[in-house]
């Protein structure tokens, strides 16, 4: 029997509205918010059949876990999604998907940095993100509150060893295109129009040594400024964005 889990804010709940909406246990909502963008949330949930229940904002507060909810909260049963890595390959290779655009982040344990990481890559049309197991932050609420509604489309997986994965892609001809700011090319003399997996480290450490060998190749973002390095969100965002304009501009 699968675990109820929480998810708050208008995005997170939202999404789930529209995706899955039977799989809402039921929606707490804060019964003094009655601005027009409670009202359009309230309207949803009723047309999609959702058990609704008046809430203050202290309570709403205790099972999100926190106090950016927004006044809306949700327990929900989890989606069912490709259980493995192998799985979701196959699952592509099935379906014809030629080019998977996978996303790799080593090191991010900034619940705030993968959210936003999960949003950029579901919005780029990724189709997995992947990260170790023992240096990387799992799906939470704050998860889900930052990726305003892509912790429930985008798959995540947490894997043992890194480095080994890196070398199960390579075995399937994903190229591993990694980040590093002495990198000889930029991200954008590279092709990624083929299958490709973009390896990012947490800013500040970067990628781990081990992760860096396994690469097959190396590239930078220009950086013009003053600054070294971008946040690892907005690092994901440049590279995975490249990547769809290069596959949008050979079809």
Known sequence: MSTPK??????????????APQSIIEIYYEATRRDARMRQFLDRAREAGARLIEADAL??????????HQGVAARVEPVAQATSLDELLEDL????????LLLVLDGVTDPHNLGACLRVADGAG????????????GINATVAKVASGAAETMPYFMVTNLARTLGELKERNIWCIGTSDDAPKTIYQVDLKGPVALVLGAEGDGMRQLTRKTCDELVSIPMQGAVESLNVSV????????ALRQRTASR
Not at 128 to 137: C, G, Q
């Open 6 to 19: 929480v998810l708050f804010g208008f995005h997170a709940v939202g999404v789930r509205l529209k995706t």
């Open 59 to 68: 309570r709403i507060a205790k099972l999100a876990g926190s106090h950016g």
């Open 93 to 100: 290779e099935a379906a014809g998907t030629a080019q998977p």
């Open 126 to 137: 990724a189709h997995a993100v992947i990260a170790p197991k023992d240096h990387a932050v």
């Open 235 to 242: 690092a994901s965002g440049v590279c995975l964005y490249e």
